[in-house]
């Protein structure tokens, strides 16, 4: 089979969209993955997938933290900003955890790094949840690559 054909098999998945934050040398930093999803309750952990060549991942490797923020329905271009498709001004931030976040998310979950497993062209990190905030907000959707609304 040919990757288009794979992409497109993929793409019929409907998946929330969040994005990955760590802090490195005083510095926030971001990427938009869909790639994410719980492992376990006792104890608790989570998993995201991230490319090997992405710049995320060796930020995440050194800071040894991440949070994931789940984003709500009106942050589609907070997405396209952390995914590097529109540039936004005004991203905030807020501290949750030790670890910055997305400010306005649905849900947002700080980490520790617990594991890792390189799996062909991504790594997985396996996060130890720290702590959790949930607000009630509809989430953004990602689906056939366009956004979506519940």
């Given amino acids: 089979m040919d990757d288009r ?3 497109t098999a993929m793409s019929k998945f409907s998946t929330g ?3 990955i934050t760590a802090e490195w040398e005083n510095e926030n930093h971001g990427m938009t993955a869909n790639a994410f999803m719980s492992v376990s309750l ?3 952990l989570i998993v995201i997938s991230v490319a090997n060549n992405a ?3 060796p930020i995440i490797e050194k800071a040894k933290t991440f949070a994931v923020s789940i984003l709500a329905e009106d942050q589609a271009d907070v997405s396209m900003h952390f995914a590097r498709q529109k540039e936004k001004e005004d991203v905030a ?4 955890a030790g670890v910055p976040t997305v400010e306005g998310a649905i849900a947002t979950i700080a980490c520790d790094i617990h594991d890792t497993s390189e799996q062909g062209d991504h790594t997985l990190f396996i996060g130890k949840v720290r ?3 949930v607000t009630d907000r509809n989430p953004l959707v990602y689906y ?3 956004y979506e609304q519940i």
């Fill in 131 to 133: 702590d959790v905030a």
């Fill in 5 to 7: 054909l794979f992409k």
């Fill in 55 to 57: 710049r995320m991942k």
């Fill in 93 to 96: 931030f807020v501290e949750f």
């Fill in 144 to 146: 056939q690559g366009k």
């Fill in 42 to 44: 006792d104890p608790k």
């Fill in 17 to 19: 969209v969040t994005v």
